[in-house]
C-alpha cells in the first residue's frame, strides 16, 4: 500500500486496512502525551470517515475516536484541547456540500454527521453496527466529550446534542435507552469541565455566547439537560461528580440537593437512590472515594472494540450492563461536610428532603420509622445546632 505524498503516515491513499486505525486507538492510550498533539492533526480525517463509503471504516474510525478521547481526557488542559474542541464544532456545523443540480434557492443542506446520527438512531433492526444506534451513541459520546465546556455556551451545538439525545431515548430497545442514558455521564462531565479558550475555526461564528452574563445563561440552560435524566444510576454519578470537587463551590452543593429532590419524585429505584445519597450526606462514617472528574467516563463506552461494536444486537444488554459497573456509585457519593451542614440554608433543604423521604417509606405496623432514618435526623440537628 502507498502513503500519500506530503501527508501523516497514518493518512493512507486507500483505506483497505484498519491497522492506522487501531493504531490511533492503541498509542493515544499508551502514550497520550506524545500522540494527542501530533493525532490532533489527524481528527478531520478521523471524523470525516465516520461518514466514509464503507461500513467497516466507518466502525473503525469510531473505534479510533473513542481512543482518542481517552487519550485527550488523561492530559492537562491546554491549547490543543481547544484545538481538537474547534475542529469538532466545525464538523458538527458546517453543511454538507450541496449538489450542483440542487435548486440555489432551497435551503442549506444539514451537516452530513448529524443526518447519519439521525438515521442510525431510528434504525431498528441493523444489519451490521455502523447502521444502528449503538455506534451512533459511541460517536456521540465521543464527539460529547471532545467538545467538552464548549458544548456549554454554544447553543447551536447544544441544540444539535440534545435533540440526537431524546432521540436515543426514545427508542423501543431498552438496551439502547440504557445505553443513551450513560451518555449523561459524559454531558455532566462537559458542563463540570472549567472553560477553555475558544476560538472558531476560520474566524466563523457557530453560535457561541460571549460576555460572562451571557455564559452563565448558556450554562444555566444547558443545566436543564444535565438534570432531565436522573434514573439508570444518571442522578448517582451526577451527584457524586457535583459533590466531588475539593472545592467549596456552593452552586454545585445547590445543584446536588435539588437533583436528589428530583430523584425523589421519580419513583422505583432511582427514589431508593435518593433515599440512600440523603443518608449518605450526612453520615460521616461513609467515606467517599478520591474523586477525579474523569471517573464520569467509563473506558468500555469508549475503547468498544471488542465490546459495544462488536456486540450482537439482539443481546445488546450483555455489553451495555457491565458498563454501568464503572460509573460512579453510592459509595463515591461524600459525605458532607460539618460546615456544609451547618449552613441555614442547607440545613433547611436537608430537612425539606427528609420529609419528603417520609412518604417513601414502608414502616410497620407500630408506625415506628426505621432506626437508619432517625439516625439520619439525628445526625441532621446534631450538625447543625454544633459549632
Request: charged share 20%.
Amino acid at each position: 500500500m502507498r502513503w500519500s505524498q506530503g501527508t501523516h503516515p497514518l493518512q493512507r491513499t486507500s483505506p483497505s486496512t484498519d491497522l492506522s486505525w487501531q493504531a490511533v486507538h492503541d498509542l493515544s492510550l499508551y502514550q497520550p502525551t506524545t500522540f494527542i498533539p501530533a493525532f490532533a492533526e489527524l481528527l478531520p480525517s478521523i471524523l470525516a470517515n465516520l461518514l466514509a463509503p464503507t461500513l467497516g471504516l466507518r466502525t473503525q474510525a469510531c473505534h479510533a475516536l473513542g481512543g482518542f478521547v481517552l487519550g485527550c481526557i488523561n492530559l492537562p488542559s491546554s491549547s490543543v484541547h481547544a484545538r481538537i474542541s474547534n475542529i469538532v464544532s466545525t464538523f458538527l456545523t458546517t453543511p454538507a456540500a450541496s449538489s450542483p443540480r440542487r435548486s440555489p434557492v432551497k435551503p442549506t443542506v444539514e451537516p452530513g454527521i448529524i443526518r447519519t446520527l439521525r438515521t442510525t438512531l431510528n434504525i431498528v433492526d441493523p444489519q451490521h453496527v455502523a447502521q444502528g444506534p449503538v455506534w451512533a451513541l459511541s460517536v456521540l459520546a465521543s464527539l460529547i466529550v471532545l467538545l467538552g465546556p464548549l458544548l456549554c455556551t454554544d447553543v447551536r451545538l447544544n441544540r444539535i446534542v440534545s435533540a440526537l439525545l431524546t432521540l436515543a431515548m426514545r427508542n423501543k430497545k431498552s438496551s439502547v435507552r440504557a445505553l443513551a442514558s450513560l451518555l449523561w455521564r459524559c454531558v455532566a462531565w462537559a458542563y463540570l469541565r472549567p472553560p477553555l479558550e475558544i476560538y472558531p475555526e476560520g474566524g466563523e461564528d457557530h453560535g457561541e455566547v460571549s460576555g460572562e452574563q451571557d455564559i452563565q445563561l448558556a450554562r444555566e440552560s444547558f443545566w436543564k439537560l444535565v438534570k432531565s435524566v436522573v434514573d439508570m444510576g444518571t442522578g448517582v454519578s451526577t451527584v457524586a461528580a457535583l459533590l466531588g470537587d475539593d472545592s467549596d463551590n456552593e452552586d454545585r452543593l445547590r445543584k446536588a440537593l435539588r437533583l436528589v429532590r428530583i430523584m425523589l419524585n421519580k419513583g422505583g429505584q432511582t427514589t431508593l437512590d435518593a433515599i440512600d445519597i440523603a443518608k449518605i450526606l450526612v453520615d460521616y462514617e461513609h467515606e467517599g472515594k478520591p474523586w477525579s472528574i474523569n471517573n464520569l467516563l467509563p473506558h468500555s463506552l469508549f475503547s468498544s472494540n471488542p465490546g459495544l461494536l462488536t456486540a450482537d444486537y439482539k443481546t445488546l444488554s450483555t455489553a451495555v450492563k457491565p458498563i454501568f459497573d464503572e460509573c460512579p456509585q453510592l459509595n463515591d457519593i461524600r459525605p458532607l461536610t460539618r460546615d456544609r451542614l451547618s449552613r441555614d440554608w442547607v440545613f433547611d433543604e436537608l430537612i425539606e428532603i427528609w420529609r419528603a423521604t417520609l412518604g417513601y417509606l414502608e414502616t410497620p405496623d407500630d408506625r415506628s420509622l426505621p432506626v437508619s432514618f432517625i439516625n439520619l435526623y439525628n445526625s441532621l440537628l446534631t450538625n447543625w445546632v454544633s459549632p
